[in-house]
């Protein structure tokens, strides 16, 4: 009897790419992990989605004064809070993407181990929430950017530049997430990476021209911060929203070469340990 | 008929005693001392005392070994097996949580499986966004749940409470409010684990009848676990029994589940036995339905015969047997002996049979013991047997919609009723 089968598992055969037409299936479920995220953090809550805007508002404000006017660090011309601000919507951004996916596996295995759903599902409704988050944050900037036109003597122009926006927010995802999962595979393993994960996000922050700018930076450090593939794509917002700054393109050439290779590897290890980690977790 | 489901050569290994530590730097350490420093690895000795007893053998367990299935589309199937018969796992890799070490599975129509109600239930949302949210994970279109919505929620009976976020529910209602969703997958195959086991009477009535609907009305296929064999077999037609990861009985639910409770060999129905007693010898002590074998198992809905053997060696002819019988702890409810019957028990060997009319017994675990007396000026016991025999009485079929459970009481007897005219 021949039949065609709507899926194959085979201990042999492994597929090694995830089945994208099975992910597709289950789309309103990235949608549903999405809302869930919005409504159950901000429930019971007093100031609702406000807390979206004090995070960055205060750490702004904490970064103008120790890094704008302690430390006298450099900001491109740009006022110091949109300097600061610009840095940590972005860095936010990251950071977000790639603890949540790092941790996925931890998080989520009393789901895991109950039903199955493409366990991808979990990474795009991830970069989603992150994506939408970053989005309302961007209102804050955009009213602060706005303020600072009309109060204080700051002159946008608007270029085409900001078509790049979108393009270096998604390399920014790409390398988040090829990070994460790469490192939700070993958490399997090694729950103690969990812990890493936490102040190496911090340190790796201080490697990021998040606080400082990279024109601001002595060419002798300069040279190592030019290996953070993260560097010139948060060097590259600024540019591109402000005109501030430096924008190489061999730099966003070299985050998008390592952005795809990480993805890639970190799509491999994922789809390798999704299968059977319950057997080892 | 075609295959919903086609399995072949499916096997799961896991590694015992494999020494995992489970942190980074311990591997680490594990991986300089051993590697770089040729060291012996310091975490073997740590296991070594525990795992002599492993180490025999390769220290690998067949969780699930070569089975080969072929489920048709329609069809439900009860999984029989003891604890680590397997079944779990088998049901896991068939859900695709866990994979094959070897072999194939291929599924025709989507799976829902539901190992557990209510996965990824959140406790801040309200019963109507929970619904969605478990209802896409387990793998229902967000129109499919739409459509079904009102259905779900009035088959839960919470409608009351469908905009409270679920932390605030009892227990009882976040299991219906969950079951319900369940019940209302469409998916083409049902896995089903041991959840029906929930909710009080008459919600678990509903479940069985929706679960018997959707595989006699709607024509889906529906693979079944549980422990309650009255459940199974009021909804399967097909089982398979599992031992130690091999299928070792495939076929008809009555057949199979007569297998399984035939294997237990501490409940086997008889017992061969030799009394060390000057007077009085038993041979053989057994118990089985009238028209049956000793080995098969017992129901309580025919009559049960129970036989004795023996060696009557002292010279008393009026001698009877007086029976006691127990439940599973030790608590005597039955008493009966053969008084009535003078010349059942002979001189030398002998065998006696006692009947129990059908539908005596409740189904339950009981035992008995057995004296053997003579009544002369005194009454003199010349022998007697404690817990002579396990006797394990099965439930009789019942039908969707009656009760599922175990009555309560040793006897359920039906007795003379007459209408009293004045």
Known sequence: ?281 | MSIAIKIENLSKLYKLGSVNSGSLSMDLQRWYTTKILKNEDPYLKLGEENDRKIKSNSGIVYSLRDINLEIEQGSSLAIIGRNGAGKSTLLKVLSRITSPTTGSIKVKGRIASLLEVGTGFHPDLTGRENIFINGAILGMRKHEIQRNLDEIISFSGVEKYIDTPVKRYSSGMYVRLAFSVAAHLESEILIVDEVLAVGDFDFQKKCLEKMNQIQKLDGRTVIFVSHNVISLKALCSKAILLEKGNIVSEGNIDLVINNYLGTKDSEKNYNKVKIENSNFDFLFIGAKNEDKNFQDPIERVKPILLEIEYNNKSNLEDVYFNIKFKDEEGRFFLLTHSIGSPKLISLGKGRAQMRIPKGFFNDGIYSFDIWVQHKGNTVQTLAKIESALTLKILPEQRDLGAWMGKEQGYIWHNLEWRKIVD
């Open chain 1, 1 to 281: 009897m021949n039949q065609e089968w709507d899926s194959v598992v085979n201990a042999k055969k492994k597929n090694i790419w995830p089945d994208l037409k099975e992910v597709w299936n289950f789309r309103d479920l990235v949608f549903l992990f999405v809302k869930r995220d919005f409504v159950s953090i901000y429930k019971q809550t007093l100031l609702g989605p406000i807390w979206l805007f004090i995070q960055p508002l205060t750490t702004t404000f904490i970064y103008v004064f120790i890094f704008g006017n302690l430390a006298n660090l450099g900001t491109d011309g740009l006022p110091k809070p949109l300097f600061y601000l610009t840095g940590i919507v972005s860095w936010t951004f990251f950071s977000e993407v790639f603890t949540k996916s790092s941790g996925i596996f931890l998080a989520n295995s009393h789901i895991f181990t109950k039903v199955y759903f493409p366990r991808l599902i979990i990474i795009i409704s991830v970069f989603f929430s992150s994506l939408i988050r970053m989005g309302i944050q961007l209102l804050l900037l955009i009213s602060l950017m706005i303020y600072f036109i009309l109060n204080q003597d700051f002159h946008f122009n608007l270029t085409w530049h900001l078509l790049f926006l979108p393009i270096i927010v998604f390399l920014i995802a790409l390398i988040g997430i090829g990070l994460g999962m790469i490192v939700s595979s070993l958490t399997i393993k090694y729950r103690d990476l969990n812990n890493l994960i936490q102040f190496g996000v911090q340190l790796l922050m201080y490697a990021t021209p998040v606080v400082y700018s990279m024109a601001s930076m002595p060419s002798k450090y300069k040279k190592f911060i030019l290996y953070n593939p993260l560097a010139p794509l948060i060097e590259g917002i600024r540019f591109c929203s402000f005109g501030a700054g430096e924008l190489s393109f061999s730099g966003l050439l070299f985050s998008l070469t390592f952005g795809v290779i990480i993805f890639l590897t970190g799509l491999l290890a994922f789809k390798i340990s999704e299968s059977d980690f319950i057997d080892n977790i």
